[in-house]
Structures are given as structure tokens and as C-alpha cells.
């Protein structure tokens, strides 16, 4: 029997309904089950290439979504990646935390089989859903002997879990990848490389920290808390010295510019890294990456924005523990 594929549900507006008949906004997400999304979609029996199975693993609206969720999506990850059964995964998640998904599993899951997200910006009950579409795609790329490593899919569009970033509140084409563009497209239940060939994928960077979940998703580890600091005019050092008080691990400044940083947050940031809080800086533009200065005091996270950033310094600093 031919290897099959496994739909991961963990809620969003793929799942959500609205008591209003056709409407694409003011709908609850997270409201549907994933065999009922399966169920939807007669097609996907014929793209999964083989047996397709369902499990629900959250029923959450993703900016909502947490460690704990987080800890047991990866951890269902691993087991059904290491079943030979298993050609590849499929995630049904919400957009609007869906990059920093897809960033987390990248750095912890083995890349030897295709991991895919994808989404909806409607609801179900919408008059013209987006959701069942893309959950097709989504199969598509999960059953593709190609693929390989984290990837999403939205609007028929491939992006890596690098690049990959919500950039629209409303549009059904709602994700990009920036100066690096697509990874590829999917088009009438066919992948197209942008390359012709599908891109190579990476050996996570934390593939050891998996090794640390236990059975039931749960790390045997405090997650490090990390937050994001934005340098903006007027700004000044009292938050950063509120989060260093509170105990807070790391922070991630969403610098202006080439790194920059308002002359009052520096100060305050020096001594929260003498207060022993890891330090570093993303820029707050959405496109391209900062050129690395030869008098830089903290890391650039290569290029990576603010949120994936800090996805980043957690798993740094949860190797170091």
C-alpha cells in the first residue's frame, strides 16, 4: 500500500462559521472539526496518493496560539513522520500566527518529508470559501515525492517557512515571501517549481531539542520567555527595564532601519544585557535584510522579522538549558 498523508487540525478561520449566511467577516474561528473539513472535500482521497487519515491536535483561533499547543503539534509531528505509512503532513492552522508556526516546526521537525500549512480567510460558511481550496493544495504538496522540509500554502501560492509572511488583513492572496519570492505554485492539482526543481531542505537547527518532548507534548523545560521591543519616535527605555523586572529571558528589538535604535531604548538595553537578558535585533521593515555593521553589539538574527526572531532566541536559549 502506498504511503498516505495526515491532516493535522489545529483550528483557525478554515474552520470557522459565522451565523451570518455567506459572510467573510464577524465569524468565529475554530468551530469545525477536521474530518468535517476532510469531509468537504471529496477530492483529496485522489491527491493524497494514498491513505488519508485526520487528527485533531488544537481547536484554537491561531492568535490564541501558545507553548502548549505549540509542544503537542510538534510532537504528533515526530511520531507520524518517523511511520513509514507516512509520506508527509498536511497542518490546518490560522493565518494570523501561521508564519511563526511554520518557523517553530522548520527548526525542530526532520526535513526527509513534506510538512504543510495552510489556511483560510474565510470562514467556512462563507459564500465563497477560501479554505477547502487550499486544504486541496495543501494535500497536493503534502503527497508530492519532491517536497521535502516546512512549507505553506495559500491562494495556490508555496512559500518556505523562512520567508513566508501574513502581510494582508483581508486578501485571499494574504501571504509573501519578500525579496525571495514563491517557492512554487499550485496549479489544477499540479506543483510547479519556480525553479523547475523543488528546493532543497535544511537539517532543522534545534533538531535536538524534539528529543526533549515527552510523551504527552510536553517539554521537560520551562520555555524561555522572550518579547518584542519596537524602537519607534518617542520611544524610551521604561519597557524594556518593566520586562527585565518581570523576569523576561531575551528580547527581540524591532529595530527602524539598517538596526538602528532610538537614543533613549540603547541605554535601557545595555542594562538589561548586564542583567544577563540575551539581546537582539530584527528590523522593523518588512522587506529586505540589514547589512551586518563592523560595530554591531548584538546579533542579527539573519534577517529574520521581529516574531520569527524570537522564535529564534527561545530555542537558543532553551539548547542552552
Same mark, same amino acid.
Given at each position: ?27 468565529? =474561528? ?6 468535517? *473539513?476532510? $469531509? ?6 485522489? %491527491? !493524497? +496518493? /494514498?491513505? @488519508? ?74 459564500? =465563497? ?6 486544504? *486541496?493544495? $495543501? ?6 515525492? %519532491? !517536497? +521535502? /522540509?516546512? @512549507? ?74 522572550? =518579547? ?17 523586572? !518581570? ?75
Amino acid at each position: 500500500m502506498a504511503a498516505g498523508i495526515v491532516v493535522l487540525g489545529t483550528g483557525g478561520t478554515i474552520a470557522g462559521t459565522s451565523d451570518v449566511a455567506g459572510a467573510n467577516v464577524g465569524y468565529t =474561528a475554530a468551530q469545525l472539526g477536521v474530518q468535517q *473539513l476532510l $469531509a468537504a472535500v471529496p477530492q483529496l482521497a485522489q %491527491a !493524497a +496518493r /494514498g491513505p @488519508l487519515r485526520a487528527e485533531q491536535v488544537a481547536q484554537i483561533d491561531s492568535k490564541d496560539m501558545g507553548h502548549a499547543v505549540w509542544a503537542r503539534l510538534v510532537q504528533r509531528c515526530l511520531v507520524h513522520l518517523a511511520d513509514e505509512a507516512v509520506a508527509g503532513l498536511a497542518i490546518t492552522h490560522g493565518t494570523d500566527t501561521l508564519e511563526e508556526t511554520a518557523w517553530l516546526l522548520h527548526n525542530l521537525l526532520p526535513a526527509h518529508k513534506p510538512v504543510v500549512l495552510t489556511s483560510a480567510m474565510r470562514p467556512a460558511t462563507a459564500l =465563497a470559501p477560501d479554505g477547502p481550496q487550499n486544504l *486541496l493544495d $495543501a494535500v497536493t504538496l503534502a503527497a508530492q515525492p %519532491a !517536497a +521535502r /522540509g516546512v @512549507l505553506a500554502v495559500g491562494a495556490g501560492v508555496i512559500h518556505g517557512a523562512r520567508e513566508v509572511s501574513k502581510v494582508h488583513p483581508l486578501r485571499l492572496d494574504a501571504f509573501a515571501s519578500g525579496d525571495g519570492g514563491p517557492l512554487g505554485w499550485v496549479e489544477g492539482g499540479r506543483v510547479r517549481w519556480a525553479h523547475g526543481c523543488a528546493p532543497q531542505a535544511l537539517p532543522p537547527a534545534h533538531a535536538g531539542l524534539a528529543g526533549r518532548l515527552g510523551e504527552g507534548g510536553q517539554w521537560h523545560m520551562q520555555w524561555p520567555r522572550v =518579547a518584542i521591543v519596537m524602537s519607534h519616535a518617542g520611544a524610551d527605555g521604561s519597557v524594556v527595564d518593566a520586562l527585565v523586572g !518581570a523576569g523576561f529571558a531575551g528580547l527581540v528589538v524591532a529595530a527602524t532601519g539598517n538596526g538602528t535604535l532610538h537614543e533613549a531604548l540603547y541605554p535601557a538595553l545595555l542594562r538589561a544585557e548586564q542583567a544577563g537578558v540575551a539581546i537582539r535585533l530584527a528590523s522593523r521593515c518588512p522587506q529586505g535584510r540589514m547589512l551586518a555593521q563592523a560595530d554591531e553589539r548584538w546579533a542579527d538574527p539573519l534577517g529574520l522579522p521581529p516574531v520569527k526572531a524570537r522564535i529564534s532566541l527561545m530555542l537558543e536559549l532553551m539548547a542552552r538549558a
